[in-house]
């Protein structure tokens, strides 16, 4: 049982079908593309209202289907997500879409968000919590994947495309979840460059999460994938003893 607080439940007036394209608003400068997926009717109303306040062209649907019907040809910026939806997951269907997530969770303990967090996840919200938070954090985020970026990064035989969040060797794709993604764009930009441990944190985790540990723990499962993939021994990430990591052109396969 999803608990809404009152004072939102009187925005549920006066709304539009959950379904429904992506509403224009005018605004400045282009505004950012939200899709919310979310079962409870209630709580998908409220949450797309408050988006919109802030001028994102917010869709909102209840399903998976609905959500990948609806971006055949547009891929979100960002996807505020339930964590579990029909038969799949918010982090499938963020891999799929291939934007950022912030996951809507109902499970308790710390544990619960550590996971969600190691597996792909851009930011956990637990149920309930406030709209402005969440607001706040979809700022954040969308400030953070739309300013500084290019459109595609190229080394070597790796091209990385960093709009539509997808990477191919040799023309061929590689597969990567989202927490994956996010370490290789922060190697590459630019390649050569050394990165520590708490470089990579700040650049592909969340704010205050995550650890040294884990930074070690993606780099070792980018690598074998990278590997799999026919990119070269190491995957061409190269460890700089007690400094950090390196995307090192040398190591690339011919």
């Known amino acids: 049982m ?5 004072e939102l439940l009187s925005m549920e007036q006066s709304t539009t079908s959950p379904s429904e394209s992506y509403l224009v608003q005018e ?18 109303t409220v949450l797309a ?6 001028g994102h062209l917010t869709a909102a649907v209840s ?29 499938r269907l963020a891999q799929k879409l291939g934007c950022p997530v912030i996951v809507l969770t ?27 938070e969440l607001a706040a954090r979809c700022r954040t985020l969308l400030k953070r994947g739309r300013t500084g970026l290019q459109e595609r ?11 539509l969040r997808q990477v191919t060797l040799r023309e061929k794709p590689v597969e990567l979840s989202p927490r994956e993604f996010a370490l290789l764009c922060a190697l590459l930009m630019p390649p050569g ?15 205050f999460s995550g650890g040294p540990r884990s930074v070690d723990t993606q780099v070792l499962t ?3 994938k990278l590997e799999q993939a026919g990119l070269g021994e190491g995957g061409g990430i190269t460890t700089v003893r007690q400094q950090g990591y390196r995307f090192s052109l040398d190591s690339l396969g011919s």
Do not use: N, Y
Request: charged share 30%; hydrophobic share 40%; aromatic share 2%.
């Open 193 to 207: 460059m050394v990165r520590s441990r708490q470089e990579l944190l700040r650049l592909a985790w969340p704010p």
């Open 106 to 132: 109902a499970r308790t303990g710390s544990e619960a968000l550590v996971d969600l967090l190691d597996e792909g996840a851009d930011d956990v919200m637990r149920k309930p919590f406030g709209l402005e």
């Open 27 to 44: 605004t400045p400068q282009d505004p950012a593309k939200v899709l919310v997926v979310e079962p409870h009717p209630t709580l998908r």
């Open 63 to 91: 399903t998976t289907d609905e959500a990948l019907d609806l971006c055949r040809e547009q891929t979100p910026d960002l996807l505020v997500s339930a964590e579990l939806i029909e038969k799949s997951s918010a982090l």
């Open 222 to 224: 980018l690598r074998r």
């Open 49 to 54: 209202q408050r988006l919109r306040q802030d």
């Open 153 to 163: 990064v190229t080394v070597g035989p790796l091209e990385v495309h960093l709009l």
């Open 2 to 6: 999803i608990s809404v607080p009152q």
